[in-house]
């Protein structure tokens, strides 16, 4: 496989300031919608860089759960490296990227953790196997082996058999509050649609940016 060979052209209407609402957060709503109506396979999904305790960078796909409070929440185990590193240093960057509608959305901001009735109410939404993986998962620290997982899983169904999952101590959300966001969307030739929205004041500011 030649890398160098692949490439696409991308064959999307122009698109305007004026097709941009003055929200950067509903308009990332709005693309959301329409990249699920494309055929994305999970629109939700983002990528989340931090910066770790030694200042180099880390990068993981996360889940995005809602945008609420002019912020843009997910959850995750809150002893996991990403949870830690967000607790040291809240600035961080959100990506999504829709193949089907050849768009993608970049946030930068700052993460604050999420009150604990906010993450109980969400956790008590998701299905019950999700609610006994997040007790039975040690995130990101060495296993050695499968088998040792699924005992865990196993002892925390029996643990809470007959009744309703509760929020675990380890298990919470963050909100990121933006700073800045970019609109691309991918026309032929790579001379593609971007707009950044930056705030000032007590405004966003929209401008269109060189491809």
């Not at 994305?40 to 860089?49: F, G, I, R, V, Y």
Request: hydrophobic share 40%; charged share 25%.
């Amino acid at each position: 496989m030649d890398l160098a060979d692949v490439r696409r052209d991308y064959a999307n209407p122009p698109l305007h300031e004026d097709d941009l609402l003055d929200d950067p957060l509903e308009q990332l709503g709005r693309w959301l919608v329409e990249a699920s109506r494309a055929g994305a396979l999970e629109p939700n999904a983002m990528s989340l860089a931090t910066i770790g305790p030694s200042g180099a960078p880390a990068t993981r796909m996360v889940l995005l759960r809602g945008l609420e409070g002019g912020a843009a929440v997910f959850y995750t185990n809150l002893t996991s490296p990403k949870a830690l590193d967000l607790e040291r240093d809240p600035r961080c960057a959100l990506l999504w990227w829709w193949p089907p509608s050849e768009r993608q959305v970049r946030l930068e901001g700052r993460a604050a953790r999420v009150p604990r009735e906010t993450a109980a109410a969400y956790f008590a939404s998701r299905p019950r196997a999700s609610q006994l993986a997040a007790w039975a998962s040690p995130q990101s620290r060495p296993l050695p082996e499968r088998a040792a997982l699924e005992a865990r899983l196993r002892a925390v169904a029996a643990r809470f058999e007959g009744r309703d999952v509760p929020l675990p101590p380890h298990w919470g959300g963050f909100a990121v509050t933006p700073q800045r966001l970019e609109f691309w969307q991918g026309r032929s030739a790579r001379l593609h649609d971007r707009f950044e929205y930056r705030q000032g004041g007590d405004r966003w500011h929209l401008g269109r940016l060189a491809p």
